[in-house]
């Protein structure tokens, strides 16, 4: 129904900037013009973390860690989300995933947390490494 692919990971060094994307297939009521995006990051053995999101209609949200140095963005006609990574930081090492969920309102926004996107879909993840 929906599948999700990430790209664009790698090694950087501490101040660098990675670009992800993340290959979307979905189709109506499915398309990404309808779907709450968010990139989330998860290091072996914690949590997964929410790092940024962008509702349907563009409003986006990030994590503290990462607000000023990331931007989340869609683009719809290439069936995209992107995230740019600035700034890096040897604490940004971890595996990206990209996530997908059909809600309305501002659900995207305000839920930030992982366990509201359990059930979303999801990509197999990029690893991002950064060295100091």
């Known amino acids: 129904q929906v599948q999700l692919a990430e790209f664009g990971g790698g090694s950087v060094q501490a101040g660098g900037s990675l670009l992800l994307s993340c290959a979307y297939a979905?189709?109506?009521?499915?398309?990404?013009?309808?779907?709450?995006m968010a990139w989330f990051r998860q290091v072996q053995g914690k949590e997964r973390e929410g790092v940024a999101f962008v509702e349907p209609d563009g409003s986006t949200n990030y994590a503290d860690s990462v607000k000023g140095r990331f931007t989340i963005s869609k683009d719809n006609d290439k069936n995209s989300p992107y995230l740019q990574m600035d700034s890096l930081k040897p604490e940004d090492t971890a595996m990206y995933y990209c996530a997908a969920e059909k809600k309305g309102g501002s659900w995207c926004l305000a839920a930030t947390d992982f366990m509201y996107w359990e059930q979303a879909y999801w990509g197999q993840g990029t690893h991002v490494t950064v060295s100091s």
């Open positions: 979905g189709a109506y009521p499915y398309s990404i013009n309808y779907m709450c």
